[in-house]
């Protein structure tokens, strides 16, 4: 595995994320967050896979992966030796909404996770999605109160994720206190590389949503799983896809670590195999091939593997649902994954999609 340093500290160059196949907020304990104690009897195999091939950062965001995550690393044993960071999910619009401040909302939601997890610290915190509802003076205020945080202990590094890139370098520049920021970079999406050029601020960058080009939510390599990929790829699978797509990410010397949100033994194995490995010029060629194939028929075939074979992820298979409704322009309603129907629900809005296909005779797609 590769390292970077984060503010003196060495981490592995891949990190996972957030995102569980369970990923909608709610306590494990909650029935409506319908985590079993199998599947965290089960992410614990993966995370102790994971930290023997040396992967130290984790990312975690909603209270649920917060629980999941505190719940499948400590029976390992681990949490001194891995970088954990935590997210606050709507500083600027939570906070208007519940009636608190920006500082109490950040604090309410900031004890919740102290809680949660194994030594009740984090390593790094950050602003999630600090362009929705961004106000300079409030955030200056914020980030007063999260270096009082920092210098209690409660975490090490200050940090903030963006969708913004240029909103992001405008923050970057005006605060530079903040010593990590996230933003989107993959493939399709460079817009990190215009924003930053020039840059010569000290924080480090995380490169999330590595794996999603195009419809937000569906990883590009879920057109693999077509039965027609080769012929819209014009070449044969390639298995190590995720791989290379996480390798071209990490070639740019900005980014500190890249996080994916992984599920399963194989996508895990995908990671690993891009943190300990070189990137090579030819992997663009199929990057580029893959591209290609996302695009065909105004990306039909795209949205319809998410459709068919996304149920192990059930955020990925709703956004693959509903991006495939809209790209049919059938009106659909929303489907909250915390409500207690809702998996009998997203799989009834799948059948009745590929019902709709078959009689439009789109289902060769």
């Known amino acids: 595995m590769k390292y970077e340093l984060l503010a003196g500290k060495k981490v592995s160059k891949v990190g996972i994320g957030g995102h569980y196949s369970k990923m909608e907020e709610g ?31 984790f990312d975690t965001t909603w209270r649920n992966e917060v629980d999941m995550f505190s719940e499948s690393i400590r029976p390992l044993g681990i949490r001194d030796q891995i970088h954990v960071n935590g997210m606050v999910l709507g500083t600027f619009t939570g906070s208007k909404a519940t009636g608190l401040t920006p500082v109490q909302y950040l604090d309410k939601w900031l004890k919740e996770r102290l809680n949660a997890l194994p030594g009740n610290h984090l390593d790094s915190f950050m602003i999630n999605a600090i362009d929705e509802g961004y106000d300079q003076a409030a955030c200056e205020e914020v980030l007063n109160h999260l270096e009082k945080r920092k210098q209690a202990g409660d975490f090490s590094v200050i940090g903030f994720s963006c969708h913004d890139h240029q909103l992001a370098r405008k923050i970057a520049d005006t605060f530079p206190e903040f010593q990590l ?4 970079y993959n493939y399709k999406n460079r817009a990190l590389e215009k924003a930053f050029d020039g840059y010569e601020g000290k924080a480090s960058f995380v490169a999330m949503k590595p794996l999603i080009w195009y419809e937000y939510g569906i990883p590009f390599c879920k057109i693999n799983q077509l039965s027609r990929a080769e012929q ?11 791989a290379k797509a996480v390798s071209w990410n990490l070639k740019n010397p900005l980014i500190t670590t890249c996080v994916c949100g992984i599920n399963s033994e194989e996508e895990l194995n995908s990671l690993i195999l891009a943190g300990s490995s070189d990137w090579k010029e030819e992997y663009e060629l199929s990057l580029e091939h893959y591209r290609e194939a996302i695009e065909k028929e105004n990306h039909l075939p795209f949205l319809i593997s998410a459709c068919l074979n996304g149920e192990e992820n059930r955020r990925s298979f709703q956004f693959g649902l509903f991006n495939l409704a809209r790209a049919l322009e059938i009106p659909v309603e ?3 994954l915390n409500a207690p129907d809702s998996d009998q629900k997203l799989k009834s809005l799948q059948l009745f999609l590929l019902e709709e296909l078959k009689k439009r005779g789109l289902e060769s797609c």
Do not use: H
């Open 27 to 57: 306590r494990f304990e909650a029935s409506y967050g319908e985590v079993t104690r199998e599947e965290i009897k089960k992410r614990t195999g993966l995370m102790e896979k994971a930290f023997e091939a040396g992967i130290t950062y």
């Open 181 to 184: 920021i996230m933003l989107a």
């Open 232 to 242: 819209l790829l014009g070449q044969e699978k390639d298995l190590q896809i995720p």
């Open 334 to 336: 929303e489907i909250p």
